[in-house]
């Protein structure tokens, strides 16, 4: 029995150089005999008999025979045609196995551009508000931008690589990229529901041509064409919302959100930014906050410790000079408080054009208003003395509503109703955090994990090899030269006795005798959260983020330089430990090692950093992770030793690619 496997070309693959290296594996039993080799490529012999034909034996040609495997390597001295199917055809004579047949096929580089990419495919249905986009690239001649003709259903929108003005003013454009351009065409007010048809011609700079057309159509289950509002919405497959960061000083969010984009010119948007406790209420009420286009997040404070909160963003988008936000209270010069409701003090009849409320105060200087839940007006000016909102002439029954008679005691808001419909959520809590230095009262003692850092501004002085002390420690250690002891003399040209420096620096003399020089990773807590984070379960993908390395901040570790050494590493006593492999009954070779390890008291280190270890040829042996660290207390509550439980790390691990020094 014989199969193909590995072809590459692979089988139906496009855009291969013409002088692309064909190559596959051939399936046997046992070791195939290549004199019942045949094969044909572009109805052309290429081997007969095992022997490669004048016209494919090129310096990479070859057959490699092993058993139960032969692979193929064929070269062709001249290129192939561009455009062109390749059929491979590949026969095997063996009379006491039998005859083998196998074919496939690729495509070489067409001659003339190609459609690289569009987001309007035959038969799609576009089911929401969309600009229309093509991507088109020549690799071998590259694509004349004045050559690029588009239509939609027989409108000329680009002639000659010149867009018409009424579509280019509303932000439709010719974009280079890699080996060719791309098009966008954004209509002037928007695409409507039906059936339409994209043509296109692009040509390289041979003249060589692509003509096509695509059908597709479009169904929007909800559209709306307000007087006052048109409909806006964001870059991006993702709506709204883009993530939400505890700032860490126990009161303080950042919420951020993707960008506005708005539909058409004469437009401006805005971001409304909503927040609740209850996950299901978030846009049930009135906006929190509005934001300018301008405006990439917001710093919210005023929010409770420890408390949970859930957060969107939609879209509003309203002709230019409609709603003027000075006048409303503000976090930033881009991002203002949402005023409350209020009510209407005094009866307003169909025919008036002055609303009298009994409050303006955070309202904006012009914008809209919904009045008793059933009449939108616009209003121009508010009179801030007198508590009441100046209407022009056509300022009443806007938005499909009717002019009406609205009493005392009414409610009023600002009308924002004609936003967009998404509903990303997300949460976080507002803590704590280490590293936020503003509200840390005590010693930098932080909520998540003890932060003994501290202990790193202690500062010791090395052993001096001088003066009227032993000066070789080894001897005494090693029982070649008892000196006898003594207590105080010269230390470092001065006199007494710090027992604390003392005893430190006879440890780190030990530990450059008996210890390994370490390389210490410590883990990040605070900064930027990586992309990888779901927002949802607030968690990051543990592991698999070459980015955050599962730590969920961007960057993941920092490496200590200890500069008390010339090669900057952390001397490490690593202990005997027992090392041994498990075999479950339902699981593979499991390695176990959980190495114990003594250092200094300085740096500190923390649950969860990593320690890099050597061998004794300076070769890297493993990644070990702190499983946990204790103290010595020593004289006046000072830090004595380090003792760490470390757990090796898998060389698969994703950790093992960071770039230490």
């Not at 576009?126 to 027989?154: Q, R, W, Y």
């Amino acid at each position: 029995m014989y199969s193909i496997t590995g072809q590459d070309p692979s089988d139906g693959s496009s855009l291969n150089p013409t002088d692309t290296l064909i190559l596959f594996s051939i399936v046997t039993e046992g070791f195939l005999d290549s004199s019942n080799l045949y094969v044909d490529i572009n109805s052309e012999s290429a081997i007969s008999k095992g022997n490669f034909a004048d016209r494919y034996d090129g310096l990479q040609s070859e057959i490699i025979i092993d058993e139960n495997l032969t692979t193929i390597t064929i070269q062709r001295k001249t290129s192939f045609e561009l455009g062109k199917n390749i059929p491979v055809y590949v026969r095997i004579i063996d009379n006491e196995n039998g005859t083998f047949n196998g074919s496939y096929s690729f495509n070489t580089i067409p001659k003339e551009p190609i459609l690289l990419f569009s987001n309007m495919t035959e038969g799609r249905v576009v089911t929401s508000a969309e600009v229309v986009f093509f991507e088109f690239i020549d690799l071998i001649d590259g694509v004349d931008p004045n050559s690029i003709i588009f239509k939609l259903n027989g409108k000329e929108i680009i002639k000659n690589g010149v867009i018409d003005s009424e579509f280019l003013n509303a932000g439709s454009k010719i974009s280079p990229i890699t080996n060719g351009y791309s098009i966008t065409v954004d209509h002037p007010e928007f695409f409507r529901n039906g059936l339409y048809q994209a043509f296109y011609q692009v040509s390289d700079t041979l003249n060589n041509n692509l003509i096509g057309k695509v059908n597709y159509s479009i169904d929007l289950k909800k559209v709306i064409y307000p007087d006052y509002f048109p409909e806006s919405n964001f870059v991006g497959f993702y709506k709204g919302l883009d993530t939400v960061q505890n700032y860490g000083d126990g009161t303080t969010l950042i919420v951020t959100w993707r960008k506005l984009i708005s539909r058409i010119k004469k437009s401006e948007v805005f971001a409304l930014i909503y927040h609740n406790k209850d996950r299901l209420k978030v846009f049930d009420g009135l906006p929190s906050y509005i934001a300018t286009k301008s405006a990439a997040n917001a710093i919210l404070t005023g929010f409770e410790t420890g408390d949970s909160i859930y957060f969107g963003v939609r879209s509003l988008e309203a002709f230019k000079g409609v709603l003027n936000l000075t006048g409303m209270n503000k976090i930033n010069d881009e991002v203002f408080i949402f005023p409350s409701k209020i009510e209407i003090s005094s009866t307003v009849l169909p025919s008036d054009l002055i609303i009298n409320v009994n409050d303006t105060s955070g309202y904006p200087d012009a914008g809209l208003l919904l009045l008793g839940s059933s009449e939108v007006v616009k209003y121009e000016s508010v009179d801030r003395n007198n508590n009441r909102f100046l209407i022009p002439a056509n300022g009443r029954g806007l938005n499909n509503t009717s002019r009406g008679v609205h009493v005392s005691g009414d409610n009023v808001e600002l009308f924002y109703k004609c936003q967009d419909s998404n509903y990303n959520v997300s949460v976080t809590t507002v803590t704590h955090v280490d590293g936020y230095q503003t509200d840390r009262k005590i010693n930098n003692v932080g909520l998540v994990v003890t932060d003994f850092t501290d202990n790193d501004k202690k500062f010791f002085q090395g052993f001096d090899f001088c003066g009227y002390h032993q000066a070789r420690p080894d001897l005494t250690l090693t029982g070649q030269d008892d000196c006898g002891t003594y207590l105080g003399g010269e230390f470092n040209k001065t006199r007494g006795f710090n027992i604390y420096d003392r005893m430190l620096n006879r440890e780190e003399v030990l530990l450059d005798q008996v210890g390994e020089p370490s390389i210490l990773l410590k883990r990040i807590w605070n900064g930027t959260t990586c992309e990888c984070v779901d927002m949802r379960s607030v968690h990051p993908k543990i592991r698999s983020c070459d980015k955050c390395f599962g730590t969920g901040y961007v960057g993941g570790y920092q490496q200590y330089q200890n500069l008390r050494r010339n090669d900057k590493r952390v001397m490490m006593r690593f202990k005997e430990s027992p090392e041994d492999l498990n075999l479950g009954s339902h699981q593979h070779l499991n390695q176990t090692f959980e190495p114990s390890c003594w250092t200094l008291p300085q740096p500190a280190i923390r649950d969860r950093d990593i320690i890099i270890r050597f061998d004794y040829t300076n070769d890297l042996e493993f990644f070990y992770e702190v499983l946990d660290a204790s103290r010595e207390k020593l004289v006046y509550k000072h830090f004595g030793r380090q003792n760490l439980r470390l757990k090796r790390m898998d060389k698969t691990d994703i950790i093992y690619t960071f770039k230490y020094q």
